[in-house]
């Protein structure tokens, strides 16, 4: 038991062999444990104990999983796992759940390393995706040329899904190659993402080495034609000039106020996979072109809250920054967003009206920050011969809430 009373689950991971591949140590532990959690396959590995109770994971997990720990509350308690069980595994929702003091991992080789061995790679020279249950759009964040990538399989049509999506973002050429059961009956398939047809194991790992000549930058103000829009677009030196201010960093929350096209969140996530931005938007067909421009640049898992502000930012998580790009003069919405912020948290708001200026010269002269005049030229043809055609001015207020 745990200092504070919980039960001590010990969660032991298996290989590709099974049970025959459980040293001597762990295996004691299991079948001398009360209880035994884990998936059906991998309590159909074990051999038969009558005294001993086992229950496979509920459905749906992270609801279920309450109800059954708690029918065991007071007692010991094991339970399986694939590999590293904190590798996208039933581990990290326990310590989640739990805590750290009340989860002790008993890990194996994980796929991953089994994968870069297989393909000789360093561990510093690829990064991992992890697509076990998520959505398959996450890959499109980690592909640039010359890029190495292990994925993570949910099953075996991972692999089809992962080709149609090079394919379609620019990288039909990439070389695939699909680890099936490793540690175990391992298996190999090879060819590029154009005609992938390859018949694989549905516990598989895939190796890509990219090419091809896709969105790949990671850096702020992507061109605009990466965003599907109806003209309702922080065009990209602006999101630019913007996205510097608010300063995205790991893990910190962005809300994206008057979304438009969703070009400032997605970029907020794109700058590392742990960002989180929340898109409130007051227009339906913009609020679903979000959510499409955000799949198509990797970052599905972008929220959007469809409502106007500021009455639809109230319950919403607490922001680590804020930028407003539209309909800053409606009444309370500055004043809610600041508000929201914490010590050191940053705001930036754009206005292209008299009135939004207005608004932000007399925030400035209150709470200080920096007020900028943003007026961007580009060259387009006059006749034969190239002019200046100058885009509407925008006026920026970027303010970092000091502590009270």
Same mark, same amino acid.
């Given at each position: 038991?745990?200092?504070?009373?919980?039960?001590?689950?010990?969660?032991?991971?298996?290989?590709?062999?099974?049970?025959?591949?459980?040293?001597?140590?762990?295996?004691?532990?299991?079948?001398?444990?009360?209880?035994?959690?884990?998936?059906?396959?991998?309590?159909?590995?074990?051999? !038969?104990?009558? &005294?001993?109770?086992?229950?496979?994971?509920?459905?749906?997990?992270?609801?279920?999983?309450?109800?059954? #720990?708690?029918?065991? $509350?007071?007692?010991?308690?094991?339970?399986?796992?694939?590999?590293?069980?904190?590798?996208? +595994?039933?581990?990290?929702?326990?310590?989640?759940?739990?805590?750290?003091?009340?989860?002790?991992?008993?890990?194996?080789?994980?796929?991953?390393?089994?994968?870069?061995?297989?393909? +000789?790679?360093?561990?510093? !020279?690829?990064?991992?995706?992890?697509?076990?249950?998520? &959505?398959?759009?996450?890959? #499109?964040?980690?592909?640039?040329? +010359?890029?190495?990538?292990?994925?993570?399989?949910?099953?075996?049509?991972?692999?089809?899904?992962?080709?149609?999506?090079?394919?379609?973002?620019?990288?039909?050429?990439?070389?695939?190659?699909?680890?099936?059961?490793?540690?175990? &009956?391992?298996?190999?398939?090879? @060819?590029? *993402?154009?005609?992938?047809?390859?018949?694989?194991?549905?516990?598989?790992?895939?190796? #890509?080495?990219?090419?091809?000549?896709?969105?790949?930058?990671?850096?702020? @103000?992507?061109?605009?034609?990466?965003?599907?829009?109806?003209?309702?677009?922080?065009?990209?030196?602006?999101?630019?000039?913007?996205?510097?201010?608010?300063?995205?960093?790991?893990?910190?929350?962005?809300? !994206?106020?008057?979304?438009?096209?969703?070009?400032?969140?997605?970029?907020?996530?794109?700058?590392?996979?742990?960002?989180?931005?929340?898109?409130?938007?007051? !227009?339906?067909?913009?609020?679903?072109?979000?959510?499409?421009?955000?799949? *198509?640049?990797?970052?599905? @898992?972008?929220?959007?809250?469809?409502?106007? $502000?500021?009455?639809?930012?109230?319950?919403?998580?607490?922001?680590?920054?804020?930028?407003?790009?539209?309909?800053?003069?409606?009444?309370?919405?500055?004043?809610?967003?600041?508000?929201?912020?914490?010590?050191?948290?940053?705001?930036?708001?754009? @206005?292209?009206?008299?009135?939004?200026?207005?608004?932000?010269?007399?925030?400035?002269?209150?709470?200080?920050?920096?007020?900028?005049?943003?007026?961007?030229?580009?060259?387009?043809?006059?006749?034969?011969?190239?002019?200046?055609?100058?885009?509407?001015?925008?006026?920026?207020? $970027?303010?970092?809430?000091?502590?009270?």
């Amino acid at each position: 038991m745990t200092s504070n009373g919980r039960p001590r689950i010990t969660v032991v991971g298996l290989g590709a062999d099974g049970w025959a591949g459980v040293p001597d140590r762990l295996r004691k532990m299991v079948e001398g444990a009360p209880v035994v959690l884990g998936g059906r396959r991998h309590l159909a590995l074990l051999p !038969d104990l009558p &005294d001993q109770a086992r229950e496979p994971w509920p459905s749906p997990l992270r609801e279920g999983l309450p109800g059954l #720990l708690e029918r065991y $509350a007071g007692q010991d308690i094991v339970a399986l796992a694939s590999g590293d069980p904190l590798l996208s +595994g039933i581990g990290c929702t326990l310590v989640e759940l739990l805590g750290a003091d009340a989860v002790h991992i008993e890990p194996t080789v994980s796929s991953v390393a089994l994968g870069r061995a297989r393909m +000789g790679w360093a561990a510093e !020279d690829h990064e991992v995706v992890s697509l076990v249950g998520r &959505d398959p759009r996450l890959l #499109l964040r980690a592909l640039a040329p +010359g890029r190495r990538v292990l994925v993570l399989s949910s099953d075996e049509t991972t692999p089809a899904v992962v080709a149609g999506l090079l394919v379609e973002h620019g990288y039909a050429a990439s070389r695939m190659t699909v680890l099936g059961d490793l540690g175990g &009956d391992e298996s190999r398939a090879e @060819g590029v *993402a154009e005609g992938w047809g390859s018949v694989v194991s549905r516990l598989n790992v895939i190796a #890509l080495e990219v090419v091809g000549h896709g969105l790949a930058s990671w850096s702020a @103000g992507l061109p605009d034609s990466a965003y599907e829009h109806d003209g309702q677009l922080t065009k990209r030196d602006l999101r630019a000039s913007a996205l510097s201010r608010l300063a995205p960093a790991p893990g910190q929350v962005l809300w !994206d106020v008057g979304a438009g096209a969703g070009s400032v969140g997605i970029e907020w996530m794109r700058a590392h996979p742990s960002c989180r931005t929340v898109a409130v938007e007051s !227009d339906v067909e913009r609020a679903a072109r979000i959510a499409r421009n955000a799949g *198509a640049l990797g970052v599905p @898992g972008l929220e959007v809250v469809l409502g106007r $502000a500021p009455d639809a930012l109230a319950g919403l998580p607490a922001p680590d920054a804020v930028f407003v790009g539209g309909g800053a003069t409606r009444a309370g919405v500055v004043d809610v967003c600041l508000e929201a912020l914490g010590s050191g948290g940053r705001l930036v708001v754009h @206005g292209v009206t008299l009135e939004t200026e207005h608004l932000l010269a007399g925030r400035y002269a209150a709470l200080g920050g920096e007020l900028t005049r943003i007026a961007v030229e580009h060259a387009e043809p006059i006749g034969t011969f190239t002019g200046w055609t100058p885009g509407r001015a925008v006026t920026q207020w $970027a303010y970092v809430k000091e502590q009270s």
